[in-house]
């Protein structure tokens, strides 16, 4: 993606582009495999808000062995590219079949996967272990922390700039 495109997307008729940055952990981007790294990240929002498209961003909470210190460079990514998002949605990372971390967890740093059907979701999920840290019960007051606390920096950084009516 570089301005070449995104200016030939605009002159298209795209208005507005949706995202996967999942987070502003490079460590974490790197296990997903996501092929960029968090200032790349930044580059391409900015770019694109200045051709003039909309930009919407999706993140990941509770990514597998995310840490405090993981949730702090998201935060510090949201409030570094407010300027460039319009709209950001959060999503926990739940496990699911047939994926690469499904598929070698070890890889990952999980193990015990199992089905969980008091998911804390409202909906039964696949559960795991995280290799040398946290325990499924852990891990899910892990993830909800996470995801309250990148939404209280969406909710400042990137929300509180719109203009009510």
Sequence with gaps: MDRNLLEKMKAAGC???????????DKLLEKMNKGF????????????????????IKLTSGFVQETDQDINMTIQFIKESAHYVEWARIFIFILTPDTPIYNRPGAYGIENIFFDLRSSLGFGRLGFDENGGLKWGEKIIQQD??????????DRY??????TS
């Design 37 to 56: 790294s968090s200032e790349k990240a930044r580059q391409i929002l900015r770019l694109s808000h200045e051709i003039g498209i909309f930009n919407i």
């Design 15 to 25: 208005y507005a582009l949706t995202w996967d940055i999942e987070s502003g952990s």
């Design 158 to 163: 990137i929300l509180a700039k719109k203009p």
């Design 145 to 154: 922390m996470s995801f309250k606390k990148i939404r209280q920096a969406v």
